[in-house]
């Protein structure tokens, strides 16, 4: 059994910080690439960021220069360190673990997941 818990989250005001992790148990040295997406309120679940197994990554276009992703694979977490926060960037954070070769940017690349923590950014 895969478990993705995630942490960190809460309110912030624009131009904060936040840091969001995420620890893995279960099958993890079957894992690949490991995942951050988002979903907003009315919104579809929509990707940030994700990293391979080597440290590569790579991010949406709307976090990219604000948004870093770390993992530290002997202790299996993955975080996501978010910078400069805007009001848009409000939503309900998950983590994901891919099966998969490559580095997955959409949902169906993923197959596990996390709860999710709220993160809130108040103008």
């Known amino acids: 059994q895969v478990q993705l818990v995630e942490s960190g989250g809460g309110l912030v005001q624009v131009g904060g910080s936040l840091r969001l992790s995420c620890a893995a148990s279960?099958?993890?040295?079957?894992?690949?690439?490991m995942g951050w997406f988002r979903q907003a309120p009315g919104k579809e679940r929509e990707f940030v960021a994700a990293?391979?197994?080597?440290?590569?990554?790579t991010y949406a276009n709307s976090v990219k220069g604000r948004f870093t992703i770390s993992r530290d694979n002997p202790n299996n977490t993955v975080s996501l360190q978010m910078n400069n926060l805007k009001p848009e960037d409000t939503a309900v954070y998950s983590c994901a673990a891919s099966l998969s070769s490559g580095i997955p940017t959409i949902l169906g690349g993923y197959h596990y997941w996390g709860q999710g923590t709220q993160v809130t950014v108040s103008s």
């Open positions: 990293i391979g197994w080597s440290g590569h990554r």
């Open positions: 279960g099958r993890t040295f079957s894992w690949g690439a």
